[in-house]
Every structure is written in structure tokens, then in C-alpha cells.
């Protein structure tokens, strides 16, 4: 069982366990994957940041036969302009909702990946109208 270095979207979170939580990430290299990250619900967490939905985020994670489980994680981007307009925020939830949904388990998608980034980008800088983004994202 070696460490892998990634970064990834995280497009959902689930509770698990009592402090734990089940993330789905689309990473850079391994498309999208579940990812069981311990202690992430907890109230003073180191890695709760980084495992939030909309967060870009590098993380080591070790892999056993049956998932991943998350070692470390430190947020790269975590698009806080979003927060600002319920409207914007909605439509990235929109965003990572169709991402989830189009890309399949464990297949490289780097294209999707990029994607995701810049129309949240762009959502949380509010540098285009949002209905453009959208359009474009479909």
C-alpha cells in the first residue's frame, strides 16, 4: 500500500461514521474516486477545509483493495467568491452535480477536470455573466 500525491475537485461529501466522511474527487490522474477521509467531520479538523464540496485540493491518499483513504489534504482552491451570491453558488453546485454524473469511475478525465475549474473560476471571480459560463459548461 504506497502514498499517492493528487489533486482533485471534490464534487460530494457524505457522513460517515461518527467524525468520518465518504468523498467522491475528480483528480488530474485518476478520474473520479472515493475517497474515506477520517476525522473530516470534526469540529477542529486539519483536513475539514480541504473537504468540503467546491474545493480544489492536493492530498495524499493510500490505496487498499477495497478504497482510498485519505493521509493528508491541503486546499489549493477553495472559490470563496461563490459564497457571496446564492445564484452563483447554485450554479456551481449545478456544476459539480453534472460533473458527478458524466464522469465515470477511475477514468481519466483531465478535460472535465479543467473545465470544472475555470467555469468555478470564473463563477467565484465574477469576471463573465454567469449564463455564459453555463452555456459554455454544457
Known amino acids: 500500500m504506497s502514498d499517492t500525491v493528487l489533486k482533485g475537485l471534490v464534487l460530494r461529501t457524505a457522513d460517515y461514521k461518527e467524525s468520518s466522511k465518504m468523498l467522491t474527487v475528480l483528480t488530474d490522474s485518476m478520474g473520479k474516486i472515493s475517497i474515506s477521509a477520517r476525522g473530516a467531520a470534526r469540529l477542529k479538523s486539519r483536513i475539514a477545509a480541504a473537504c468540503q464540496p467546491m474545493a480544489f485540493s492536493e492530498m ?4 487498499s483493495k477495497e478504497r482510498f483513504y485519505l493521509k493528508e489534504a491541503g486546499t489549493l482552491e477553495l472559490f470563496t467568491g461563490l459564497t457571496a451570491d446564492l445564484k452563483n453558488y447554485a450554479l456551481g453546485c449545478y456544476f459539480l452535480e453534472l460533473l458527478d454524473a ?3 469511475e477511475t477514468v481519466e478525465e483531465p478535460e472535465a477536470l479543467s473545465l470544472g475549474l475555470n467555469a468555478l473560476w470564473l ?5 463573465k455573466d454567469p449564463r455564459i459560463v453555463k452555456s459554455a459548461f454544457e
Open 60 to 63: 495524499t491518499v493510500s490505496e
Open 102 to 104: 458524466s464522469c465515470p
Open 123 to 127: 463563477l467565484s471571480e465574477g469576471k
